[in-house]
């Protein structure tokens, strides 16, 4: 139920982990409600005690934690205790158990040790000592670990369980957000059709089911087609699919750009010339139209065309004829268009920017293609097919997105439509270097950043937990210089900070010597 795997990744979360281990030296786990270490890879999880880090690769360790924890969730279920501090009686020193309670559930702790209640440890050291020799573990190591080992007196240890708790409390913020946008992705689920794909075109959404039996109807067609959507929706995707799926697939599918040249190069382009015709044109050249004969022609970015281009494109829509340029004599063609724009064509003939009788002509037959931000439910199944196509070709195993990834990649907008999607798995790939799972962090800013900010229930919750640790903050810094005599060496080799990190700390506070003596 709990997404273990993604809270180290959570930045407020290795942030609070980090801070428990720089003031105190102590390290922190997650179980679920039966006590069974989460989240925890061998080789990935650090520790700072390092017969901690041994012990919790043992299996007698383990299940010690898992009776803690169900004693402890059995105490706090009959108790007003919000959390239990004990000693952890298989090695010696101690532990605090934090619940993570969803609606009253007990769905799992944070389990932190290293450290001790009671000031006076002489006897307990040879009981540690003794303890972690039995489970094998070098003197050195034993050393090191009663080296870290703190005593937290009353004050630090309420600060201390402060942060624990603040730890439980963000994963269940975040449990609830991911559940939220679960739900929104379950809901956008139930808009999908049974096609996920038509040849190379990937989609499972509405839209494009509708698109897709569109295409099912005109492909035997020869009617002029008009494809219109946003830069990087499949536009010339598309226009193949219709090509290859028509009467015509055995014959060429030319494909010109108009706006890519000046209008004579356009007009030599699709029409040819005659040799002679102008300065360069050494020989007959056949034009595209030509070649395109008994096939399909995809006129690109149509609505760049200039207006002595468009009464040309007229003549061939209306006579299938053309003249070659320089040519006394015109010829004909059997070719069908297919025309496509990013613009609004409608609106550059209210304009008079497109002649209105090419603009029909043209659009027998209309296909808009929907933006990707109109079928975000595509998302998945597109990122799917881009992974397969990556191992494909360069080889390598199958890469997969973390949840996190993939919700990020719901909340952007994508103005780029699935040519930039296209181009973010690319990129996340290579970052990702050998690694299998992408993660969201690797994802560009602009897509990390995106997401209705309000919507998101971590947001306020993460307001509240940067009040409540610069707080804490304070009091330990004020407490701190108190206890170190305004030793400022001492208190930030103590805090884990630099000391201008702390100078600049006492100044944000305004803990100036004059106030605190008060
Ligand atoms: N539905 C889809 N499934 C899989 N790949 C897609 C889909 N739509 C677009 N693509 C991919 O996205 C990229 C852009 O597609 P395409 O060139 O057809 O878009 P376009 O609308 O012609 O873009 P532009 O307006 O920029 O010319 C291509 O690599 C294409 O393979
Ligand atoms: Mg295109």
């Not at 795997?5 to 039966?34: C, G, M, P, Y």
């Not at 290293?114 to 020799?133: M, Q, S």
């Amino acid at each position: 139920m709990i997404n273990w795997d993604e809270f180290e990744h959570i930045h407020v979360i290795r942030k609070l982990k980090q801070i428990l281990s720089a003031w105190w030296n102590i390290d922190v786990v997650f179980t679920d409600e039966r006590g069974h270490l989460k989240g925890f890879d061998q080789e990935k999880t650090t520790f700072n005690n390092p017969a901690v880090a041994q012990l919790l690769l043992k299996e007698t360790a383990r299940n010690s934690i898992s009776e803690m924890v169900a004693k402890t969730i059995e105490d706090l279920r009959t108790s007003h205790n919000r959390y239990s501090l004990r000693k952890w009686d298989m090695v010696g020193f101690d532990v605090g158990i934090f619940p993570i309670l969803i609606e009253n559930d007990f769905v799992g702790t944070v389990v932190a040790t290293g450290f001790f209640r009671e000031p006076n440890l002489g006897p307990r050291l040879e009981e540690i000592r003794e303890r972690l020799a039995a489970f094998g573990m070098s003197p050195d190591t034993i050393d090191k670990c009663l080296g870290k080992l703190k005593f937290l007196e009353e004050q630090d240890r309420l600060h201390f369980c402060e942060v624990c708790e603040l730890v439980a409390q963000e994963i269940v913020t975040l449990h609830l957000e991911i559940t939220s946008r679960e739900n929104r992705i379950k809901e956008l689920n139930k808009e999908l059709g049974n096609r996920f794909k038509y040849d190379n075109m990937i989609g499972k959404s509405k839209p494009m089911q509708s698109l897709y039996s569109l295409m099912d109807k005109i492909k035997t067609a020869d009617s002029t087609v008009m494809v219109q959507g946003e830069n990087g929706t499949g536009k010339e995707l598309i226009a193949r699919s219709i090509h290859y799926n028509s009467n015509r697939k055995d014959k060429p599918f030319v494909i010109q750009n108009c706006s890519a040249f000046n209008d004579n190069l356009l007009e030599s382009e699709l029409f040819g010339h005659v040799k002679g015709s102008f300065t360069g044109a050494l020989r007959d050249k056949k034009g595209l139209f030509e070649m395109a004969d008994k096939g399909t022609f995809f006129l690109d970015e149509i609505g760049d065309t200039s207006p002595q281009m468009q009464v040309k494109l007229l003549r061939v829509l209306q006579e299938g004829t053309f003249m070659p340029v320089g040519a006394t004599e015109g010829k004909k063609v059997d070719v069908r268009i297919i025309a496509a724009t990013n613009r609004n064509l409608k609106e550059m003939v209210e304009q008079g920017t497109f002649r209105e009788d090419l603009y029909y002509r043209l659009n027998v037959i209309n296909i808009r293609v929907p933006p990707l931000r109109e079928r975000k439910e595509d998302i998945p199944y597109l990122v799917d097919f881009f992974l397969a196509k990556i191992s494909e070709t360069s080889g390598g195993a199958k890469r997969v997105l973390t949840k996190r990834a993939l919700e990020k990649l719901y909340d952007y907008a994508w103005p780029g439509n699935v040519r930039e999607l296209q181009n973010e798995i690319e990129r996340l790939v290579v970052l990702s270097g050998d690694e299998t799972k992408l993660m969201a962090e690797l994802l560009s800013p602009k897509v990390l950043e995106s997401g209705d900010k309000n919507k998101v229930q971590g947001a306020r919750l993460q307001g509240k937990l940067k009040d409540a640790l610069e707080d804490l903050e304070r009091e330990m810094i004020r407490e701190g210089l108190r206890r170190t005599g305004w030793n400022k060496s001492k208190l930030a080799k103590e805090l884990g900070i630099s000391r201008a990190g702390l100078i600049m700390k006492v100044e944000k506070y305004g803990l100036d010597k004059r106030k605190i003596a008060r």
